[in-house]
C-alpha cells in the first residue's frame, strides 16, 4: 500500500504553486497555464488561506458574469481547505476525494506545507501498483507451468 509521502517523491514537479489572495483570478490562471496545473494554493505570510481551482473558476467568475482581471483570487477561492499527512495511504486519499468531491489535496507534515497530490497523482499510482501485481502473478503462474 502507497502512503503520500512515496507519491510526492515520484512527482516529476514537487514544488507546490501558490499565489496571494490579492492577486487577480487572471494571475492565477496564468500561473495553472504555464504550469498545467488546475489548483494553486492561497497563501499570505506564509499561512494557507484557501485554495483556487479550475473548478473556482468556472463556477464563481465564468458563469457569474465576472471578469478574471478584475477579481481578486480571495472572492472566488474555497476557504475551507482539506488536507492529508505523509503517512496516509493513497487510497485513504482516494476516499475523502470520493466523498468530498475534490481533485486536490495539500500535505501538511505537521504544520509544514510540503506538497499537493491531485486525483491524477493518485491514478497513476494505482495503476503502477496493479501493473506491478499483474507482473507478479504472471512471474508466478508462468514460473510453475510444466
Known sequence: ???VAEILKAKAHAAVQTIAP???VLDALRIMAERQIGALLVVQDGRIEGILTERD???KIALLGRTSADTPV???MTRS???VHPHQTSEQCMQIM????LRHLPVLDGEQLIGIISIGDLVADIISEQ???IEQMTHYIGGNVR
Open 1 to 3: 500500500m502507497t502512503v
Open 22 to 24: 490579492d492577486a487577480s
Open 57 to 59: 473558476y468556472a463556477r
Open 74 to 76: 480571495r472572492e472566488v
Open 81 to 83: 481547505v482539506m488536507f
Open 98 to 101: 470520493t466523498d468530498k468531491r
Open 131 to 133: 501493473k506491478f501485481i
